[in-house]
């Protein structure tokens, strides 16, 4: 059974930082795509960072690049979102999501996705 659980979410302060963890089961983590994507109130989900496999490839959401870094372990099984210089507008909803084709920015192409963690930013 195909399980990823989110975790690390949690209220912070603007500037503050957070690192979300989401722990894969089920399937052969190193051949799958991992992405995160996030949920804002009344908006449509979108992407955030996806990484490969092997982690040589990692493209960002224009939006997070500069402040996000995606990461994974695969003998954990685990793939991370580091979240620096928060700000309000980051407050959402993170899923993480697994792949089994390529770096997608579309969440129509991720296969597997866990429950989300909430992220609440305060100013």
């Known amino acids: 059974q195909v399980q990823l659980v989110e975790s690390g979410g949690g209220l912070v302060q603007a500037g503050g930082s957070l690192r979300l963890s989401c722990a894969a089961s089920g399937f052969i983590f190193s051949n799958y795509v991992m992405g995160w994507f996030r949920q804002a109130p009344g908006k449509e989900r979108e992407f955030v960072a996806a990484?490969?496999?092997?982690?040589?490839?990692?493209p960002y959401a224009d939006s997070v690049k500069d402040r996000f870094t995606i990461s994974r372990d695969n003998a954990k099984n685990t793939v991370y979102l580091d979240i620096n210089s928060l700000k309000p507008e980051d407050t959402a909803v993170y899923y993480c999501a697994a792949n089994h084709l390529y770096e997608s920015r579309s969440e129509g192409e991720y296969d597997y996705w866990g429950q989300g963690t909430q992220v609440t930013v305060s100013s």
């Open positions: 990484i490969s496999g092997m982690s040589s490839r990692t």
